[in-house]
């Protein structure tokens, strides 16, 4: 979620409002930060998501948008997909709203929600709070402070 041990996220290039810190991206990649690190202890790593649309879609689409949604995990964590985790996007579509031009539209939809997967994920990291519990690794914001006011 973060380029090496500092305060970017690697999300920073979709925030909106400082939503996460406000720190932006670092001025170049450190080389340790393309060191592939698991996220916790095999199988303890993984990130799962939902997409919720209102849109009436088959299950082909479906399927469509929660491929095109995955890609918002891989702009906000490095690396994903490994053998060590499950990271998994599901999609889910209530069926109220038709799309006028299923293709197109599906196409908008899904690469609107790689963008709000990718932001979901970087805000979650920095709005968590840390376990309360002796020895619990510490919130992002415990590390880095809140960012930007």
Avoid: C
């Avoid at 690469?111 to 979650?124: D, H, K, S, W």
């Amino acid at each position: 979620m973060l380029v090496g041990d500092g305060p970017w996220f690697w999300a920073a290039a979709f925030e909106r409002d400082a939503e996460y810190g406000g720190h932006g991206s670092p001025a170049h990649v450190p080389p340790d930060a393309l060191i592939a690190r698991t996220k916790g202890a095999a199988r303890m790593g993984t990130t799962l998501v939902v997409v919720a649309t209102d849109a009436k879609l088959t299950k082909p689409q479906a399927r469509r948008l929660a491929i095109m949604a995955q890609t918002g995990v891989s702009r906000a964590i490095y690396p994903v997909h490994t053998p060590l985790d499950g990271d998994v996007v599901f999609a889910a579509a209530t069926g109220e709203r038709t799309l006028a031009d299923p293709v197109f539209a599906l196409m908008q939809l899904g690469a609107l929600a790689a963008n709000v997967v990718a932001r979901a994920i970087a805000r979650g990291v920095y709005a968590a709070s840390a376990l309360p519990f002796a020895g619990a690794l510490p919130a992002y914001r415990d590390k880095f402070g809140s960012g930007i006011a």
